[in-house]
Each structure stands twice: as structure tokens, then as C-alpha cells.
């Protein structure tokens, strides 16, 4: 079982069942749909509650869910780090939340779980995500092109980013 991480403005818990239904409408707002298309409750539960293979937190600010941070390790001695996704309700875009919270799981990782390399993979597109992750200390490594479907269905690149434990702010 994760632990509970606490950053400076938010806290990470492992997500819960009862989180589905605000996690399903958080996933609803159009500025968070457009990167993460096609979930409803079914899809959030599995992926997000009955995961096995990705440790998924939801986002707390002053006790209130406010969106959800994942992560998933790459165990092979000679290859491991851990790739990071976040989504956060577009009412507390641009508070530095989403910022706290990337920055706390990527703490985590690095110094507990004993990553060197850290991977996020936002669409090119995303510009309020890649300043986020920017501000943590994740560099561009290259473009992924047509790397994932958009809320269209079509296909679209995506930006690799990377952050070196040395790299982590």
C-alpha cells in the first residue's frame, strides 16, 4: 500500500471507490476530456481504483479531491524509473496545485522508491501542463509522433519529458 504523501498545498492518498463518481466528473470537465477522453465510471474504477500494475493518487487541496496523480515503476534493474501522469480540476488550474503535486509524487520516487529517471508524456499541445512539469525540473527529450488518440479519436504527438534526480526542484 502507497503511503500518503504530503506537499506543501496538496496531499496524496491512494484512491478510494467512493472517489469514482468526482473523479468521473473532474475527467468531465472539457479542459481535462480533451487529454483524457472517453472515461466513465467503469473506466475510472478500473483503471484508476482496481489497478494493478499503476499506483494511482487522488489530489486533495484543504480536503477537497481535486484531480489524480498516477505513476508506474519499470522494475528491470537495467532499465528502471517510473513514468507519471496527472489531471486537476480546471477550477484550481493555475494555483500551482497541479505543480505541488507532481513535484511531491516525484520526490517520492526519486527518494524513496529510489528512481533515478522520471517520464511524463503530455500532449504537444498542453502547454499549462508542460510549464507544470518545466517547473519541477523535466526537460523536452523529443517529439512521440501520433503517439496517442485525442477526444476525436485522432491521432496526435506527444512530448517526451524526462527529469534526472540532479534535475529535481
Known amino acids: 500500500m502507497a503511503p500518503t504523501l504530503h506537499g506543501t498545498a496538496t496531499t496524496l492518498r491512494r484512491v478510494r471507490g467512493e472517489d469514482v463518481p468526482a473523479l468521473t466528473a473532474i475527467l468531465a470537465e472539457p479542459e481535462v476530456a ?14 484508476f481504483v482496481d489497478a494493478t500494475d499503476t499506483v494511482v493518487f487522488a489530489i486533495e487541496s484543504d480536503g477537497e479531491l481535486i484531480g489524480s496523480i498516477q505513476y508506474v515503476e519499470e522494475p528491470s534493474p537495467d532499465y528502471r524509473h517510473a513514468s507519471i501522469d496527472v489531471f486537476v480540476h480546471p477550477a484550481w488550474h493555475g494555483k500551482g496545485l497541479g505543480t505541488d503535486a507532481v513535484r511531491t509524487l516525484a520526490r517520492h520516487l526519486v527518494h524513496d522508491r529510489g528512481h533515478h529517471r522520471l517520464a511524463i508524456d503530455p500532449a504537444v499541445e498542453n502547454e499549462r501542463a508542460i510549464r507544470t512539469y518545466r ?12 503517439y496517442e488518440r485525442n477526444v476525436a479519436g ?3 504527438d506527444c512530448l517526451l519529458m524526462d527529469l534526472l534526480k540532479e534535475d529535481l526542484h
Do not use: I, L, Q, S
Open 135 to 146: 517547473r519541477v525540473g523535466f526537460r523536452d527529450v523529443g517529439v512521440m509522433r501520433r
Open 34 to 47: 480533451r487529454w483524457w477522453p472517453r472515461y466513465d465510471e467503469e473506466r475510472v474504477r478500473a483503471e
Open 154 to 156: 485522432e491521432w496526435h
